[in-house]
């Protein structure tokens, strides 16, 4: 059984149970042994914000020191976005795992006329992943209700309803009050239950949980009181969360008042859970660190796009608050939601637009787009509604009518975010082929049928994730201009699937034209990132997008020269502690051909205790201070905003943070000074002895996890082009992991910014034979290969040899490429 085969059995049961309850979960979570038993969970229940206060609960409990799960739904792209782990989804392994461990049990039941519904069954799978990952405690966002919902058959630590409005009024019941006792049965037997309902919502839950413990606004009165101070950035607002004998003021990565209410029930959810750990500085920087993808998310400025998952006519009326707090011109809407939702009273909720163009997201619950029209029409509000084709349609027609100052709003459906935010998170990547049983060995990966297809002639060879209707889009298109189009068979349509397109450079030219023609612009537009004009190499794409700044890798691959001003590193610590013998050291590297200088103050290898800020500032400040006479870039190799704060302001010209944006100050630094950042994949940072992680395909998966970092730095105000991105060899990864990164290196292509390579001395090379003080020879070899294979900087501790290396592989692809002044 491939990946694709186990999420198409999972989506395709049923939806909705015969008989609501807990016992059909129990049941199959007996079959698995009680995988869960070990485990602490938290609950949260409610009409609006439950999945928002679940992740801000979870950041704030990870950055307490705990391993924690996290189960949420809808997914976006992948069901496997619903089950996480320390912020990484559950593996396709462990995917298919538990569908080839449970099916049979499942058959039978259906056989039975018992069957389960799919939201039973991925609440067993996430309950049984997270036993057999060792967390600490997982936080489970309630799918409806409480009493009948299947992630209560959990005895919980913790437990919050954050609101209560009428919702599935045919299972629920039709008052508050009866709604209210249906969701409070999560209320934990040793806590009081948390609570963001308000009026006659807090009155209803306190008639069934008397001692819940209310969190709101100080003029409602309530048990912890929070505070909105609005926005302090696009991206970030102002809150705070005060109790009875504590505290904390912070920001937020999503706007709105109702976020602030949010972030006080989650605060004292993970002080229910961990009140030793659940510091001040953990409340502060985990709810900063909470970021949720389409949750009032903006993507862009010009004209401001924002993302926001509204489904409901309060949630509706809530939006248009918040979007009131930032300052456009027209308001030009995209709606698309589900069939059974009050479309009229949203349509009201929402601010008066420009235009509305409605859609309908490829869900077999998405209403008709006329439908959806004709609520707006109603409404009277807006000047021009138009029905389009697909969110995609809809959002391209929105964002050409909307002029720079201008706001463009997707709204009524995280079903219809989700297909809209791909137009910024889908990625097209290049894979390297050498003859065509490579390009048969990408088809297998990607569970393609017919992997034969691929001829002699391919030379180019791009991979991107389509659903079902892109897909067959593409497929037409293809066959229309002679290129070659292969998906894995699809089933629900519900999640995205690989597409592997090959072809000549003259194939897929055509290919991009006749996409354009059939309305998948936006999908033609990501190929055309890594495509290009058809004048690139095998493997390359176009430059980064934004402006170019004058830096040494912009012209020819770079040598970034490490400076440890340690104690402690695990190469050369202690030999350039003292200020003299660094600069000292600083001017032979510039001598032998050093474009960067490295400066870091706080060893990462395995093991290394932390330093605080202010000695790692002691550290690296007079170095730095002293290498401005240097005609060499300087970068500040540190984890905390604080110490590069400090770097910057003694004259560092780069951050360098191997947390990949942990500290949320960082990217705000970086946009701040307008400076490049190394942004670094790594699992921990320091690195963990002993650590496993387990990976599907080492080289997507990092892809796909540095993709939201970059986001993430893109949203602070960051060009994309001051984004260096490193895959972090070592960190995470195993040697021969380690290798394939080097090896594809020209897949991080796809992420549009310049690549990174950390791989001096590593000891990675003990898989090849060169043991701890002998790898010189191997990273001058492994230069060589980052460079041919895409590297834009090489960070490397040898200048002279790893220059010469770096050299060689520029003449090696390209004689006549070489810089003048590398010439004798």
Known sequence: MDYHAAADFLSDLRRFALDPGTGSTRELLAHLGDPHED?????????????????MTESILREAGYRVGLYTSPHFDDLRERIRVDGRKITESAVIEFVEEVRPFLVDRAVEGDPLTSFETLTAMSLWYFGRSDVDVAVLEVGMGGRLDATSVVDP??????????EHTDILGDTLDEIAAEKVTVAPDDAPLVTGATDESLRAVRRHAPDALSVGFADESPDVTVRYDGLVNHTEAGIAVEGDDWGVETRVPMAGAYQARNAGVASVL?????????????LARGLRNA????????????????LDGAHNPGACEALATTLGEYDYGDLHLVFGAMHDKDHRSMAAALPPAASVRTCAPAHERASDPAVLAAAFEAAGDADVVETATSVAAALD????????????????????VAEARRTWSRLAIGRRIDDADDARAVLDHAHAADADVVGESVHRLV?????????RALDRAAGQV??????????????????????????????????????????????RRQIGDGDAPD???????GDTHAYPWTESPAVMSILNVTPDSFHDGGDFFDESAAVERAEAMVEAGADVIDVGGESTRPGADPVPPAEEIERVRPVIEALADLDVLVSIDTRKAEVGRAALEAGADILNDVTGLADPEMRFLAAEFDVPVVVMHSIDAPVVPGKTVTYDDVVSDVIDELAERVALAERAGLSRDNVIVDPGLGFGKDAVENFELLDRLDEFRALGCPILVGHSHKSMYAHVGQEAGERLPATIAATALAVDRGADIVRVHDVPENVAAVRTAVATGDAAGVPDEWRA
């Open 539 to 545: 493997g390359d794409g176009d430059a980064p997008d």
């Open 157 to 166: 630590v913790a437990a919050a309803v954050t609101a209560v409005s009428l």
């Open 270 to 282: 993970a002080r229910q859970v961990g009140d030793d750990h659940v510091t001040e500085p953990a």
């Open 39 to 55: 485990v602490a969970f938290v609950q949260v229940a409610g009409s609006n914000g439950k999945g928002s206060t679940a992740r």
């Open 291 to 306: 970021h949720w993808p389409g949750r009032f998310e903006v993507v862009e400025y010009d004209p401001l796009v924002v």
């Open 397 to 416: 027609d929105a964002r050409n009518a909307a002029g720079p100052e201008d706001c463009v709003l997707v709204v009524g459906s995280l079903f219809a």
């Open 482 to 527: 002679g290129a070659t189009a292969v998906t894995a068979d699809y089933r629900t349509g519900r999640e995205l699937r690989d597409a592997v397109i090959a072809g000549t450079d003259a194939d897929l030219q055509a290919l991009l034209a006749a996409l354009d023609g059939r309305g998948l612009g936006n999908v033609a537009d990501t190929l």
């Open 463 to 471: 991979t991107t994730r389509l659903d079902r209707r892109e897909a």
